[in-house]
T-cell receptor, first 112, second 116 residues
Framework: QKEVEQDPGPLSVPEGAIVSLNCTYS??????FMWYRQYSRKGPELLMY????GNKEDGRFTAQVDKSSKYISLFIRDSQPSDSATYLC????????????FGTGTLLAVQP | GAGVSQSPSNKVTEKGKDVELRCDPI?????LYWYRQRLGQGLEFLIY????????KSGLPSDRFSAERTGESVSTLTIQRTQQEDSAVYLC??????????????FGPGTRLTVT
């Protein structure tokens, strides 16, 4: 079993829809949770960074962490065609290395 | 300001040849990471450098892989005797470290390696 599970999609939604992306994980030591967006043939771009459980909002993006369920989510409101990309969840523990463990990524297509 | 840069952006090599990939981190970022992204898969951690500490090499898949870092700047990832399964995008990331904690990692555009 992988430490981080993420549905690879693809997920296709109409413009303006609310998108929900999710990851589950098995390692209870994870404390830092991130969402990256990756456009085709580009490096991952950090979208959201949260610590422990709770919600964080930034514009149209909301990240939720539920450590008790080992479940994290990213919500995108009023989705735009420019949001079409692969969304990667990533997490790390409290160790000095802080190496990230990634999900496989979910490919999102927002149709105009 | 400049982000993380990597070179070359693309590299095609024959099986058995050695390759060297380069990463220039963001200025002031003392932590540097290498990851590998195979087609349709998430990123896999390879190696981590932080200041003068011994690197964390726990993610290197075999002894054909090695990496070096000059001080707190440029890093090179070397793959010897390349195999077809080494074909992937190799991504470098850097982060600020303060109080023993590594902050958000910022990624470069990656080097796409194809082994024929």
């Amino acid at each position: 079993q992988k430490e981080v599970e993420q549905d690879p999609g693809p997920l296709s939604v109409p413009e303006g829809a609310i998108v929900s992306l999710n990851c589950t994980y098995s390692n209870s030591a994870f404390q830092y949770f991130m969402w990256y967006r990756q456009y085709s043939r580009k490096g991952p771009e950090l979208l959201m960074y949260t610590y422990s459980s709770g919600n964080k909002e930034d514009g149209r993006f909301t990240a939720q962490v539920d450590k008790s369920s080992k479940y994290i989510s990213l919500f995108i409101r009023d989705s735009q065609p420019s949001d079409s990309a692969t969304y990667l969840c990533a997490m790390s523990g409290a160790g000095a290395t802080n190496k990230l463990i990634f999900g496989t990524g979910t490919l999102l297509a927002v149709q105009p | 300001g400049a982000g993380v840069s990597q070179s070359p952006s693309n590299k095609v090599t024959e099986k058995g040849k050695d390759v060297e990939l380069r990463c220039d981190p963001i200025s002031g970022h003392t932590a540097l990471y290498w990851y590998r992204q195979r087609l349709g898969q998430g990123l896999e951690f390879l190696i981590y450098f932080q200041g003068n500490s011994a690197p964390d090499k726990s993610g290197l898949p075999s002894d054909r892989f090695s990496a070096e870092r000059t001080g707190e700047s440029v890093s090179t990832l070397t793959i010897q005797r390349t195999q077809q399964e080494d074909s992937a995008v190799y991504l470098c990331a850097s982060s600020l470290v303060a109080g023993g904690f590594s902050y958000e990692q910022y990624f470069g555009p990656g080097t796409r390696l194809t082994v024929t």
